[in-house]
């Protein structure tokens, strides 16, 4: 016996604002489209490799550090460049770690935190 992931859920106050950042930013699908809209409760994205990644209304703001978070990779540009466009579609620099460690610690926004490698 084994469990299968289905999908990881990101709590948000609202869903629809902090996916179409994550969309933006990643050109991952919509996924089940009669959801995806401007004051609907959950709203899904997935992944080019079929990977599904729920926004979920709560009600209360983030308040302490993600436990746990996205590391992604740049692909057709360099880090530099998808930190750049982070920071445009409206994420903020949390920790910028790239002259040590390598990577950049960024926040959506709603402050959910996020790595580009």
């Not at 994550?22 to 609907?40: F, K, M, Q, V």
């Not at 959950?42 to 703001?61: H, K, M, Q, S």
């Amino acid at each position: 016996m084994s469990l299968r992931l289905s999908h990881t859920t990101w709590d948000a106050i609202d869903p629809h604002a902090v996916a179409e950042f994550w969309r933006e930013l990643t050109n991952w699908a919509i996924h089940e489209p009669d959801c995806y809209h401007p004051g609907s409760d959950e709203c899904y994205l997935v992944t080019p490799d079929g990977y599904i990644v729920l926004f979920f209304r709560v009600p209360d703001a983030k308040k302490v550090k993600n436990r746990a978070h996205m590391d992604l990779v740049p692909q057709g540009a360099s880090q530099e460049e998808e930190v750049a466009r982070a920071l445009r579609l409206g994420a903020v620099m949390v920790d910028d770690r790239r002259h040590d460690l390598g990577w950049a610690v960024m926040a959506d926004p709603e402050g959910n935190e996020f790595c580009i490698l």
